[in-house]
């Protein structure tokens, strides 16, 4: 079974820290991305890496960066956490070399409360 | 991409199957259709996917119809932990951006 683990399950933060959520896969994909989930807006992606050191920008990188050193770990970091990204973060992986790019492994989520 | 249409909600029984329909008029050859879902305050979970066939897994199956228009989600003998919003995506595979978009999906009950 495909495993994606996620940091933390809920984490409080406060404005303007800087936050590191981590996200770590046990199946070798080469694909990982990072979206965010919040009522009524769906499912948007923040930035996504198809190998180590790689990153492409999503819809909604603003406010957010990411780190691939090692292909199994996927960082996102807020530098200066600000209300507006209280959000369900959420991790998920693939492989590239499958056809099948959308199927796609998701962690359990991080539900990220800036105060 | 094509749009997908899905029934805001349904319910079964436990045991029984559940068939959720998903409504692709306007798909096109190489576009594959995907089934998602997402249980309460949890990550999705991916289902099964197919382009023209009809496929099986340990999950559920995945009913096309000839012309591709249309799907269904068969969860056989649904339990109490199928209880999720389904979402039906349609997509070119593979594809430059991989970024999944869910529509707002079938909220599935099954009740004991």
């Known amino acids: 079974d495909v495993k994606v683990t996620q940091s933390s399950r809920y984490l409080v933060k406060r404005t303007g820290e800087k936050v590191f959520l981590e996200c770590v896969q046990d199946?070798?994909?080469?694909?990982m991305f990072w979206y965010r989930q919040d009522p009524g807006l769906g499912l948007r992606l923040i930035y996504f890496?198809?190998?180590?050191?790689?990153?492409e920008k999503g819809d909604i990188p603003e406010g957010y960066s990411v780190s691939r050193e090692k292909k199994e770990r996927f960082s996102l970091i807020l530098e200066s956490a600000s209300t507006n990204q209280t959000s369900m973060y959420l991790c998920?992986?693939?492989?590239?070399?499958?056809?099948?790019?959308?199927?796609?492994?998701f962690g359990p989520g991080t539900r990220l409360t800036v105060t | 991409d094509a749009k997908t249409t899905q029934p805001p909600s349904m319910d079964c029984a436990e045991g029984r199957a559940a068939n959720l329909p998903c409504n692709h008029s306007?798909?096109?050859?190489?576009?594959?259709v995907y089934w998602y879902r997402q249980i309460h305050s949890q990550g999705p979970q991916y289902i099964i996917h197919?382009?023209?066939n009809n496929e099986t897994n340990e999950m559920a199956s995945l009913i096309i119809t000839e012309d591709r228009k249309s799907s269904t989600l068969i969860l056989p003998h649904a339990t109490l932990r199928d209880t999720a919003v389904y979402y039906c995506?349609?997509?070119?595979?593979?594809?430059?951006?991989?970024?999944?978009?869910f529509g707002s999906g079938t909220r599935l009950l099954v009740r004991p």
């Open positions: 998920a992986s693939s492989p590239r070399t499958s056809r099948f790019s959308y199927e796609q492994y």
């Open positions: 199946m070798d994909h080469e694909n």
């Open positions: 890496s198809y190998d180590v050191k790689m990153k």
């Open positions: 197919g382009l023209k």
């Open positions: 995506i349609v997509r070119v595979d593979p594809d430059s951006s991989y970024k999944l978009i």
């Open positions: 306007t798909i096109s050859g190489n576009e594959y």
